[in-house]
């Protein structure tokens, strides 16, 4: 009797365990199982330079979403899918610039308000972008004299 009483007691402390892990998992992980309030904007970059589905999406340095998704379009530009949290309004002259957190820190999206009154509606397309900065280009730029 106090065998089955034993393993039960372990049994349901694994138990606890298990649950406890995946909750911390999903906390730390930033992930959502049941859908957050969000909301599409689109942005097209010449270069989207290390941007992945996942990356955050900041404004005044708060992050405020995540990129959706990084396809090619039919210009051959980058056309990010950018995930943005449903309180937070952005202006339709706002602009959307790919940064790095450092030197050679990760890659994100910031997006740096407008002035107008206009709100860009679920599914507009952010106009005015700023591609990310490639360092190698740069030094091959300077190296050779072209700068």
């Known amino acids: 009797m106090k065998k089955i009483d034993l393993e039960l007691s372990v049994g349901f402390f694994l138990l606890i365990g298990i649950l406890c892990l995946g909750y911390l998992s999903i906390k730390l992980g930033k992930l959502e199982i049941i859908g957050g309030q969000h909301y599409m904007l689109y942005a097209d970059f010449e270069n989207a330079g290390g941007i992945q589905p996942g990356s955050s999406i900041e404004i005044g340095g708060v ?5 959706a998704s990084v396809t090619l379009d039919k ?24 940064r790095t957190k450092g030197l050679i820190g990760e890659r994100y999206v910031a ?29 091959a730029k300077f190296a050779f004299g072209k700068v």
């Open 111 to 139: 997006i740096t308000p407008g002035g107008s009154d206009k709100i860009l509606t679920p599914g507009g397309k952010i106009r005015e972008t700023e591609s990310a900065i490639d360092i190698e280009q740069l030094i």
């Open 63 to 67: 992050e405020v979403g995540r990129v």
């Open 75 to 98: 210009d051959y530009q980058a056309l990010v899918g950018l995930e943005i949290n449903d309180h937070i309004k952005v202006q339709e002259d706002a602009i959307a610039s790919v």
